[in-house]
């Protein structure tokens, strides 16, 4: 296994090749001792077969053991290595790979290596054959991971090394080209930007009624949904904003954000949040300013709250980050057993935000505004009005590239935001503007026909499924497909139904009212099929402009008058989907 350790107090290092049987157990003690003495490891002594990983975010326990009876089947049938080797082996790999990868990834290495050691009977011949069983699309993690059985046998070789190795170079090589076949953003991977606009619609809905304590409860989520889709940040970036995060100059205002050092090959991990991240500053709204210090100012009195956790608990002071722990724990509806001597980092990490958005996706979204929840598929399908496909905490950073686009910031500025080592490690995002404008348009639409019912007084009911007619409309205008399913749906007084009704179930549950049931189609009016045909016209003009301006980011190194031209045609897209958000709205009526 290729090794990369750092001179000491220097910043040079150097690559070795090590091997278990070669290396003295004496040198894995003395890199053990290292780790200890800098709080990265946490256990008494090399033997020990439980270590705590430690690195400021977050503690992970790693716990070397395997199933000992197996093993002593194993013993009896061939020549094996000593069940101490292979234990030791395992910590010995993971002491090499934490000095240059995060925690995270080590932890879940050690999982892996595992779960295949025991799998295979401790890399037995005959067990080969579970791992050639192994399938690309169904076992992706597997693949993702043969380049750390590849590396842990070329650390600790077994009798049958080259068999197995040969295996994992041919898997390893498949998963390669099969990726390269596959690279480039697809609709699939940055998500549903329907769904991803609905989520945001229902969080403004419900952030003007909810409670303060559910306001305080869902306060991360917020901040998330606002901060992460207007800045590109990786979630394991956002919980780290520092809490004095917030300044003010020249009447701008500004968010200090930290953004990760740790990208390509040459960084080599430190385990320390100073030293491993960089602090940026970004322009941002007064708006998310002061969503930002009112939280603050709705929390920061727990910082000072002695025995908050638990009794004997007696830290205060000031948080080091904007996200508060002590917020989130006094939520939480089963807080688990926490002693005097509990051990709760004062962090407010990326599971306690995902924990959060799958409490607001069931409490907010299904229970309360009655969106059937779906997962995100394989291929790109169309949604019921009442359905909402799972957003997760990083379809949102997709989502702020392309609004940074339509807010006319420069390749070059998007580039420096979102921490990207070049232009075109954001160009693929231009393919997907188009979708994103539709979506968009739509959504500007639905409130602008929201608008104009608030002023004829019309009541505002959040149910979804009240607003079925609008989420038709746009399908009726922007699905090439409709036309051809209208004829075959059953004619109904002013228009059509396409419910597969045996009886008359789904009419009784609106009371026979055809306009509120989510499967009436009413017929268009001559004044609707023209606004269809003008926002259809409207929507290929746009595809244009998107091609030509991913056309010309592409050629940002040579084009004459790149701002000039690249403003005008940003500003062509968005004056044309405000022209279909006008007309779409009309439509709606």
């Keep these: 296994m290729l090794v990369e350790r750092k001179v000491k107090d220097s910043n ?10 070669s290396v003295p157990l004496n040198e894995l003690e003395e890199i053990f001792k290292e780790f200890q003495q800098k709080q990265i490891i946490q256990a008494y002594s090399f033997e020990e077969n439980i270590w705590y990983l430690y690195n400021e975010k977050l503690k992970r326990r790693v716990l070397f053991h395997l199933d000992e009876i197996k093993y002593n089947k194993a013993k009896k049938n061939r020549d094996i290595f000593a069940y101490v080797d292979i234990i030791n082996a ?29 799998e295979t009977d401790y890399f037995a011949l005959e067990k080969k054959k579970e791992l050639v069983a192994k399938k690309l699309k169904k076992d992706t993690n597997y693949f993702k991971h043969t380049h750390t059985l590849i590396e842990f046998l070329e650390y600790f070789p077994i009798n049958d090394n080259d068999e197995y190795l040969n295996l994992l170079y041919h898997q390893a090589e498949a998963y390669s080209k099969y990726r390269e076949d596959h690279q480039g953003l697809n609709q699939r991977e940055i998500g549903n930007f329907e769904s991803v606009f609905k989520l945001g619609d229902a969080l403004d809905d419900f952030w003007e009624c909810c409670s303060k304590s559910e306001k305080e409860e869902f306060y991360p989520i917020k901040l ?18 520092p809490y004095d995060c917030l300044t003010k100059e020249n009447g701008y205002y500004y968010l200090t954000v930290r953004r990760t050092k740790l990208k390509g090959n040459t ?15 970004v322009r941002i709204s007064e708006k998310l300013y002061r969503l930002i210090g009112d939280y603050r100012d709705l929390v920061d009195e727990y910082d000072w709250i ?14 080091k980050y904007l996200f508060s722990q002590r917020a989130y724990f006094k939520h939480l509806r089963f807080k688990g057993v926490t002693g005097k001597n509990s051990s709760i980092p004062e962090f407010f990490n990326v599971f306690n935000l995902n924990y959060l958005l799958k409490q607001f996706y069931k409490r907010v979204i299904v229970d309360l505004f009655k969106y059937q929840l779906v997962q995100k598929r394989d291929q790109d399908v169309d949604l019921l009005p009442y359905q909402l496909e799972y957003v997760n905490l990083m379809d949102t950073r997709h989502f702020a590239f392309i609004n940074m686009v339509l807010n006319d910031l420069e390749p070059l500025i998007i580039k420096q935001i979102s921490g990207h080592s070049s232009i075109k490690s954001s160009y ?10 539709k979506c968009a348009t739509y959504n500007m639409a639905k409130k602008i026909a929201r608008k104009k019912q608030a002023e004829k007084g019309s009541e505002y009911v959040i149910d979804v499924r009240k607003s079925n007619q609008w989420d038709l409309a746009f399908k009726k205008v922007f699905d090439p497909n409709y036309e051809e399913e209208w004829k075959q749906y059953r004619e109904v007084e002013g228009g059509k139904c396409s419910s597969k009704q045996k009886g008359f179930e ?10 509120i049931c989510e499967f009436y189609h009413p017929t268009e009016t001559d004044t609707q099929k023209n606004i ?16 030509a301006l991913k056309e010309l980011v592409k050629q940002y190194d040579k084009a004459q008058n790149f701002m000039e031209e690249y403003g005008l045609k940003i500003n062509k897209i968005k004056t044309i989907a405000t022209q279909n958000a006008q007309m779409l709205s009309r439509y709606f009526q």
Excluded: M
């Excluded at 991990?269 to 991240?277: A, G, I, N, Q, T």
């Excluded at 002695?306 to 000031?318: A, D, I, K, L, T």
């Excluded at 003008?534 to 746009?542: G, R, S």
């Design 12 to 21: 040079i290092s150097i690559v070795q090749f090590k091997d278990y049987f």
């Design 90 to 118: 395992l910590k010995g790999y993971v002491l090499y790979k934490i000095q240059v990868h995060p925690i995270e990834i080590v932890s879940e290495d050690l999982r892996f290596l595992k779960k295949i050691i025991e």
């Design 224 to 241: 998330w949904w606002e901060i992460t889709t207007t800045i590109p940040l990786r979630v394991s970036e956002l919980v780290l904003t």
């Design 267 to 281: 960084a080599i991990v430190k385990h320390r949040v100073d030293e491993d991240y960089t602090l940026q500053k």
């Design 306 to 319: 002695p025995n908050f956790f638990s009794e004997g608990y007696q830290h205060v002071g000031r948080r």
């Design 428 to 437: 693929h995002y231009y393919s997907h503007i188009d979708k994103f404008v």
């Design 506 to 515: 789904d009419c009784k549950k609106v009371d026979n009212v055809c306009e």
């Design 532 to 547: 269809k045909a003008l926002v259809l016209e409207n929507q290929k003009n746009i595809s244009t402009e998107v091609l």
